[in-house]
């Protein structure tokens, strides 16, 4: 144990109604009206169903505080054509501008086949998985692109100068969508946060101070690392540029940094849905057929684990840390 981690860590487990009565009742006593708590909880429980501790309980926590430093502005669509949209987050929460983009694009998608949605000036994202699946249980094929506010260094660098930067791509397919959603950074932005806020101690080889020195002590932390090297570094870049086709300017600091861009098409534009289901059937067999190396006991497919976690938790309740409780409770 290292000398951050003061004690072991303790959960307890709340069913799904529980957890999504007492996320709804903080987010109402933090202002939101009753359909935004709706909206941004829905979210938030899938999160912990899928297993994603820090973008689960932990997110409430900063969404009130953030609430409290930026006046909310209304959500609106500064820029319509007939396949695209550009939506005005107006420093509300990105939970909401971000839902709000994926309907966006499902109903232009619906209607010609193919759209392009950017979303800026929003306070977070969510877990942008979460509106790859929207997207993909409508019958469209989705791809996300999402720059946020620096905290990354590039490859070599010491100064942050990229977000997180996820992205995510989903498909429509049987009984389950495809699903793929991964950070261009070594570790999260949130899982940093989390581990400040519980004084728990950072992985190896995912962060350094501002003098550029590796750390694990996340009040330390000057900037995260890229995953993979230059390999991350430059699709971090790519992912920041499109933010910037999404809206968002780029400035250290800022939280108008954050800019994102969907974009969502319709499969039947190439061939029948039927068609492309049943071929992506055929490569998720080929793939789980094939010989394994050794120890390993099965080979899965983008989202198939946080599916499995979902239908697990559903029955045996979600997980959350008791420090991060009882601040809720208290609200």
């Excluded at 829905?42 to 501790?53: E, K, T, V, W």
């Excluded at 350094?208 to 020195?213: F, L, N, Q, V, Y």
């Amino acid at each position: 144990m290292s000398s951050m981690e003061l004690r072991p860590r303790e959960t307890l487990r709340l069913s799904v109604e529980d957890a999504y009565e007492l996320t709804t009742s903080c987010l109402r006593k933090g202002g939101y009206t009753a359909d935004q708590a709706r909206i941004i909880a829905d979210h938030l429980i899938d999160n912990a169903l899928c297993g994603y501790r820090f973008a689960a309980f932990p997110r409430i926590l900063e969404m009130l505080e953030n609430a409290r430093k930026h006046p909310e502005r209304k959500i609106e669509t500064v820029r319509l054509t007939p396949t695209s949209a550009r939506i005005n987050g107006g420093f509300e929460s990105g939970y909401l501008s971000h839902h709000r983009a994926s309907i966006l694009a499902i109903e232009i998608a619906r209607e010609h086949g193919f759209a392009l949605v950017g979303v800026n000036d929003s306070i977070s994202s969510g877990r942008i998985a979460y509106y790859m699946e929207m997207i993909a249980k409508a019958g469209f094929v989705g791809i996300q692109f999402t720059g946020s506010q620096p905290v990354v260094a590039a490859y070599g660098g010491v100064l942050p100068v990229f977000g997180t930067n996820p992205i995510a791509f989903g498909f429509p397919c049987d009984p389950e969508p495809v699903i793929f959603d991964m950070g261009t950074s070594a570790t999260n932005g949130g899982d940093v946060r989390l581990a400040r806020r519980l004084g728990e101690s950072l992985p190896e080889g995912v962060a350094i101070d501002k003098e550029g020195r590796p750390t694990r002590d996340p009040n330390a932390v000057g900037a995260i690392l890229p995953f993979g090297g230059f390999k991350g570094s430059g699709l971090a870049f790519i992912v920041q540029v499109f933010g910037v086709l999404g809206g968002a300017p780029l400035t250290r600091g800022n939280v108008r940094g954050w800019g994102s861009l969907f974009v969502v098409f319709n499969p039947e534009l190439l061939m029948p849905l039927a068609d492309f289901k049943q071929r992506l059937l055929d490569l998720v067999a080929e793939m789980k057929s094939g010989p394994r190396q050794a120890g390993v006991e099965e080979i899965r497919i983008p989202g198939e684990r946080a599916f499995r976690e979902r239908a697990r938790r559903r029955k045996e309740g979600v997980e959350i840390d008791r420090a991060i409780y009882d601040v809720l409770q208290a609200l």
